[in-house]
């Protein structure tokens, strides 16, 4: 199964690391880093994080702050958005 970064959680991304890294470079590359590696275990298990409040996703809670959403396709995991965790969502 293949890792699949959809332009929105791409975007997420580079705001989050915009924002802390403007403080903080150091620790913007280590969160950035965390994300690939959720990310990559949640391709090697899809199933591993808990169910999303939107149906057919599951969400990752990374760094205590930031909640990683992703999808279970066919062939592929695809990352939906990368939110704060106050972030309302849906």
Known sequence: MKL???PEA??????????IGQDN???AA???EMFESKGEIARQR???YRKGRVLG???IV???NYVIVYAIKKDRVEVLRVMH??????
Do not use: K, S, Y
């Not at 791409?10 to 924002?19: E, N, P, S, Y």
């Not at 965790?85 to 849906?90: L, Y």
């Open 4 to 6: 699949v970064w959809r």
């Open 10 to 19: 791409l975007a997420d991304r580079d705001r989050i690391m915009d924002r």
């Open 25 to 27: 470079p150091d620790a």
């Open 30 to 32: 280590d969160l950035d």
């Open 46 to 48: 899809p199933t591993l």
């Open 57 to 59: 996703t599951r969400e």
């Open 62 to 64: 990374a760094a205590a």
């Open 85 to 90: 965790a106050r972030r309302q969502w849906p």
